[in-house]
């Protein structure tokens, strides 16, 4: 029989490999024939190809297979997974300077871009260039089918699926629980039937709800992905496809168009889209911001943008999130970026929930490679999506939707590559301004870094037109093509994140700094002693025990011993609690009191603590900008050395604008994208193929969206304890707080380790303006309980 992985050349009669036919009949008769799909089969998740004019051929296989292992092998979860995933060291000054590193040239959608390359030919024409201009004036079509009625096994089958993915049940474990549970059901609602095994109930989620995935062939050495019509050997001279034809790397894509339209065909989204997009956009000095609704760039975009929604015609705006992780702990085991985006049309309640993000790709590559290359889909489909859009055929009538993205957020090498800026550690090295770094020998002792002291005033802003145009005299080396997006607005687009700046690298390196955790002798100004350090550590892990649950994002770990296993919410916490009470009060033993140092650290934290708030009134803003962090910066400036003044101790002179442009940072944050990288590496298994792994689960969690958004609804909270204390909530943020198994007790009893009265006498003054706490006497008794829910 013949070889199915060979195809017979009608012109000359030679077999010839199928991956090869197109190369091998452009010498047969001089022309090139493309590739055009007629067909995809939801049930293999792959697409079949016609070789359109070109001589037909006798055997014809599925291009792309997926040759990922199986991922039913058990992995250790780490002791501490830290949401630093990819750690940029953007504080880290010993690297080699950016400017003297050779990049690979990027990509231009629809248009051609000249990439330098290592062939000796001369100039490598990207094959992205070779396929035909993306037409943008036709929209998308998306048929979703309704919901139909499951039969209850089916129901139930489909719920005990997605329960096993949320919680990282293994394999093995899941089909032993199922063999259980089938022995137990005789119900008659279920009539007999057996739950299905975890590949049946995953395959028929899968003909339910077709993710149209796409496997695109990519460099093995990850430098950058390619058409699927290509058949032309890679720029780098390294071998595409193994000897039975199948390609040695691919990465799967999850069209976005078709995530979205299962989104939509839910009826508690949409009502809380419109009521998202529908409310009144602040008038000019209103006094508080909530949203990004609330900043000028969507004010400004929503004249022409976003007018006009209806229930049947929707305009939704979108943040998308690069960033870098790896899947395993040491250097051996290779990155991985997640291509992450959040509706940010939902409410801020609803768009964080993980059934409400989405992932289109996870590019099994480090930020090293040509990025755009990896991202080409995503910017065709958000091309045709902002201009022509996409109808949404479902059972209530069709609804046509435009998307527009907002902010390109990331870690700071990621932004840097979508801006393509020179980097932090450049002369021009913040992609917001244009201040001019200082070359400084760095902490560490091991070389030349470049530092942020600047002057009192601001530096001058990046023009929207470096972006457009690119200009590499101020560090912007040549056009984003986010650029040429509708939504686009310059510097701002790049957006700030509290996850990155404050929590991985600022917080974190202020504790270097009471520490002295420094190579060098550096003029820190805040150092502290060992013994004051280990005291901070001992209590945070005191007071973690007796501290209500559910109250922090964060966790309480002893930070003079496990700062490295900290992550950017525990870094974040630490800044807003632990700085000013327990790093506070060893300070002022110190320095005292009224120091200069103390007095702007404290200022540091305020202007953080502000900036992190879900609601900014204009003299919180007020605040930001002309003050706290103002007076930081002041400090740092003038009395420690400048090689502590790294980019992102700058990039907190920024937060006042960014806030002023797109709201509080809350409202875009990272920290959704950080939070699905945790969920992603706690379900990976395979440590020699991560990658192929991660895209199965990947898969998985969309297939459980779909099935969340049509079928489930949220899950009661259980059946509250009888012994309940009820706190009425005056600013109505949440509708009570409830302390659970609570106990009556007084503030004396805590004497013997806590000064109570002190604590709780200096929060009720601060929230006064006025002196009347400190002559009040305070009421000794308090409620006091391990669980507390907001």
């Known amino acids: 029989m013949p070889n199915p992985k060979l195809i017979t050349c009608m012109l000359c009669g030679v077999d010839q490999l199928k991956i090869r036919y197109n190369a091998h009949v452009a010498v047969c008769d001089g022309i090139v024939h493309e590739y055009m799909t007629i067909n995809e089969d939801p049930e293999d998740d792959m697409i079949e190809y016609d070789f359109g004019d070109s001589p037909s051929a006798l055997v014809q296989q599925p291009l792309y297979t997926d040759n990922c292992g199986g991922d039913d092998d058990h992995m250790t979860d780490e002791d501490f997974a830290t949401d630093d995933n990819y750690n940029d060291h953007s504080d880290n000054e010993d690297e080699v ?21 290592d062939e000796e030919d001369g100039i490598y024409i990207d094959p992205w260039d070779k396929e035909p201009p993306l037409c943008t004036d036709v929209p998308f079509e998306e048929t979703v089918w309704g919901t139909t009625q499951l039969d209850k096994h089916h129901q139930k089958s489909f719920e005990l699926y997605s329960w ?12 032993s629980l199922l063999s259980m549970l089938n022995e137990w059901i005789v119900d008659d609602s279920f009539d007999k039937k057996p739950l299905f095994s975890p590949a049946k109930s995953e395959a028929r ?55 979205l339209a299962y989104m939509i065909l839910d009826q508690d989204i949409c009502t809380s889209i419109l009521d998202t997009v529908t409310l009144q956009p602040l008038e000019s000095g209103e006094e508080a911001l909530t949203d990004i609704t609330d900043g000028t760039i969507y004010r400004t975009l929503k004249a022409h943008l976003f007018q006009n929604q209806t229930e049947t015609n929707l305009s939704l705006a979108l943040s998308l999130f690069v960033d870098g992780f790896t899947p395993f702990k040491g250097s051996g085991n290779s990155r991985m970026t997640i291509v992450h985006l959040v509706l940010l049309s939902l409410s801020p309640k609803e768009r964080y929930k993980m059934k409400h993000m989405m992932q289109v790709a996870i590019i099994p590559a480090d930020h090293t490679g040509n990025i755009y290359s990896f991202l080409t889909p995503l ?9 022509a859009g996409m109808n949404v055929y479902c059972e209530g009538g069709p609804i046509h939707v435009k998307v527009h993205l907002l902010l390109a957020l990331g870690d700071l090498i990621g932004c840097q590559e979508i801006a393509h800026h020179t980097g932090n550690n450049s002369e021009y090295g913040c992609r917001q301004c244009r201040i001019k770094t200082t070359s400084e020998i760095s902490p560490a002792g091991k070389g ?75 003029n820190a100004t805040i150092k502290l002693r060992r013994g004051p350090c280990l005291d901070i550590g001992r209590a945070i892990v005191d007071l973690g025990s007796i501290l209500p649950s559910r109250i922090f994002e964060g966790s309480f770990r002893d930070v003079s011993k496990k700062a490295g296993l900290m992550r950017s919410v525990d870094w974040i916490m630490f800044l807003q609690i ?37 609601e900014i009134d204009r003299e919180d803003h007020s605040n930001i900008k002309s003050k706290h962090l103002n007076l930081w910066h002041l400090y ?16 907190l002179r920024h937060f006042a604008e960014i806030i002023e442009k797109l709201g ?100 009720w003054h601060y929230q006064f303006r006025d002196d009347r706490v400190l002559h009040s006497v305070l009421d000794n008794n308090i409620r006091i309980g391990k669980q507390l829910l907001k």
């Open 578 to 614: 632990t700085i000013p009470t327990l790093v506070f009060e060893q300070l002022v033993d110190e320095y005292g009191r009224n120091a200069e140092q103390v007095q702007a650290l404290m200022s540091l934290v305020i202007g953080c603590t502000l900036s992190l708030q879900w």
């Open 379 to 387: 910017l065709r489909e958000l091309f045709v999506l902002e201009d």
């Open 205 to 259: 989620l899968k003909k339910m709800f077709n993710l149209q995935e796409t496997k695109y062939c990519i460099c093995p050495g990850h430098c950058r992905l390619f058409p699927l019509t290509l058949m032309d050997d890679f720029s780098c001279g390294k071998e595409q496809f193994f000897s039975n034809g199948k390609p040695i790397a691919s990465m799967s894509y999850f069209p976005l168009k078709r995530q």
């Open 97 to 117: 300077d950016q400017e003297n590193v050779p990049e690979q040239q990027h990509i231009v959608v629809g248009a051609t871009d000249q990439v330098n390359s």
């Open 164 to 175: 096993v993915q949320d919680h990282n049940v293994s394999r093995d474990a899941y089909t």
């Open 664 to 763: 509080p940072l809350r409202g875009y944050s990272t920290q959704s994208a950080e939070r699905t990288i945790g969920f992603i590496k706690r379900h990976i298994k395979l440590c020699v193929r991560p990658g192929a792994n991660t895209e199965k689960i990947i898969k998985r969690q969309l297939l459980m969206r779909n099935f969340e958004h049509m079928y489930k609804s949220d899950d009661p909270i259980g059946e509250l304890p009888v012994n309940q204390y009820v706190i009425p909530d005056e600013d109505e943020e949440y509708e009570e707080i409830i302390v659970w198994n609570h106990h009556v007790a007084s503030v004396t009893d805590y004497n013997a380790k806590y000064n109570l009265i002190e604590y709780l006498t200096n929060y």
């Open 448 to 522: 030349h870094g470049r530092y942020y002291p600047g002057t009192i005033a601001m530096s001058t802003p990046r023009s929207y037109d470096e972006f457009i145009q690119g200009m590499p005299d101020y560090g912007i080396k040549k056009a984003t093509l986010f650029g040429q997006l509708k939504s686009f607005h310059g510097y701002s687009f790049f957006g700030l994140d509290e996850m990155h700046c404050i929590g991985a690298n600022v917080t974190r390196k202020l504790w270097d700094m009471i520490t002295g955790n420094f190579a060098t002798d550096v």
């Open 636 to 651: 740092m400036k003038n009395n420690m050395d400048h090689n502590l003044y790294t980019v992102n101790f700058h990039l």
